[in-house]
């Protein structure tokens, strides 16, 4: 069994297809809290859980302040509010500047995770069209996380995992499948 | 030394910096949520290109003047006009109303920042015609944020956005009436700030200073721990006055604090109104 204890999954232009299709295998009793952080889709947030809801056997819920993540949750991010983790795992919302004029930013919420939970943390960066995620996958690196990109070929916009894979070097360049089958995995 | 090096902070560091801030000027940061204040005091460190930590940390021990200008940038000061136009639609249908039976009203808006919230209730309260006998205190820890909330003058460039807001509130008058642009600046109607009082005032460790009819405290708390919530709370029931209202942030709640079974929450919005 996995000894991760969070999954973060940034997203943006053209990436909510592949998050549709990534949990839709997974049982309620996967054993790692799943946080997705997505620039604001054109669909609204309610809609966005909604959809995620018919999607997946695991709870959506949006992120509250001072919650501790569990297992057999998929988080989606408060419009407008950057989601940190505290050292002991838990939420905590913040409304300060844009970063990469994003809130929430990606950057923010893979350091912050990066910080709270080291190696324990898989972090993952889908499609999309600026270069918010990569600042904070490297940092991810750093606190010897497991960074994953989506393959910039196989990404609806590219422009976002190819930053990341020139710049923060992930571990594994991976089609939405193959993320998909490294989700699976973490379930045995 | 790069970006992401002094991206990491150690718990230590950050211990012995917030207890110089406390021992030297009074300020106590402890309460405050860690993983936000670690973000305020790193971006202090990018920006101010300080070469270490340690160099930070000696500034604050040793330059009052470093130390004002480090809460400035600590504090966070992000704020606008009307913002969730929803809760300002209750705040004009549900709460306003009751305002007008009162002879005089006392509002508080509390981590006020540069005053944009001030200035959206001074606006409301004067379109329903209770401007003149309300009086409107907004406070901060931040000084400087304080002085521009005084000056009523914000960017232009963030009016459009503040009309809609004001519009999709259920405002009804020419938004743009209410400050005159001038360059890239817009300034507010001193008939709106003759009503307004400004004043430091720290909610770690400052009490209560007067009783109100309510009481705005948006986007404030969730940079506090459950302690620290749930002290400002303290202070905030003992300012209110009985029948009160208590107006936090959209991701705000009373929710399990020890207040809670005294307040009612306004339908759906983040307004709780103080029943005993």
Not at chain 1, 35 to 41: D, E, S
Not at chain 1, 120 to 131: D, E, F, R, T
Request: hydrophobic residues 40%.
């Amino acid at each position: 069994m996995t000894r991760s204890k969070l999954i973060i999954i940034g997203g943006s232009a053209g990436s909510l297809q592949v998050i549709l299709k990534l949990f839709t295998t997974i049982k309620k009793d996967f054993p790692v809290p799943v946080v997705l952080i997505l620039h604001r889709t054109p669909v609204a947030e309610q809609l966005l859980e909604e959809l995620l809801n018919g999607k997946t056997d695991l709870m959506v819920k949006e992120v509250e302040e001072k919650e501790m993540p569990l297992p057999g949750y998929l988080y989606v991010c408060p419009a407008d509010y950057h989601v940190l983790f505290e050292k002991d795992g838990s939420f905590t919302l913040d409304y300060s500047e844009k970063i990469n004029f994003s809130r929430p930013s990606i950057d923010v919420a893979f350091q912050s995770a990066a910080e709270a939970f080291g190696e324990k943390l898989i972090c993952i960066l889908l499609s999309g069209a600026n270069a918010d995620g990569t600042d904070g996958m490297i940092c991810v690196k750093k606190c010897r996380g497991i960074t994953i990109v989506q393959d910039p070929n196989d990404a609806e916009v590219s422009y976002m995992p190819l930053q990341a894979v020139q710049r923060a070097k992930p571990d594994h360049v991976l089609s939405s499948i193959e993320i998909k089958k490294f989700i699976e995995k973490l379930a045995d | 030394m790069d970006r992401l090096e002094q991206a990491l902070i150690n718990e230590e560091e950050m211990e012995m910096l917030l207890d110089d801030m406390y021992q030297q000027y009074g300020y106590d940061f402890t309460g405050y949520s860690r993983a936000s204040l670690v973000r305020r005091i790193r971006r202090l460190i990018i920006n101010d290109k300080l070469p270490s930590f340690a160099e930070l940390r000696y500034r604050i021990r040793n330059e009052p003047k470093y130390f004002a200008h480090a809460i400035e940038e600590i504090s966070v000061n992000v704020t606008e006009m009307l913002r969730d136009p929803a809760f300002y639609k209750s705040i004009i249908e549900k709460v306003i109303p009751v305002l007008a039976t009162y002879p005089f009203i006392r509002i508080w808006h509390a981590g006020c920042a540069t005053g944009e919230e001030v200035y959206s209730m001074a606006i409301l309260l004067q379109e329903a015609g209770l401007l003149e006998r309300s009086l409107i205190y907004g406070t901060d820890i931040n000084p400087a944020a304080l002085e521009k909330a005084r000056q009523g003058i914000f960017p232009v460039g963030y009016m459009q956005q503040y009309s809609r807001n004001y519009i999709a509130a259920g405002g009804r008058n020419d938004f743009s009436a209410y400050y005159t642009a001038n360059y890239h600046l817009a300034k507010f109607d001193e008939s709106l700030s003759h009503k307004m009082i400004f004043s430091t005032h720290n909610l770690v460790t400052d009490s209560s200073f007067n009783s109100f009819q309510l009481i705005f405290c948006r986007n404030v708390m969730i940079y506090f721990d459950k302690k620290l919530q749930d002290r400002v709370l303290g202070v905030f029931d003992n300012s209110l006055e009985q029948f009160g209202f208590l107006a936090l942030g959209s991701k705000e709640s009373l929710r399990f604090s020890p207040i809670a079974d005294r307040y009612k929450q306004i339908e759906k919005e983040k307004i709780w109104r103080k029943t005993s």
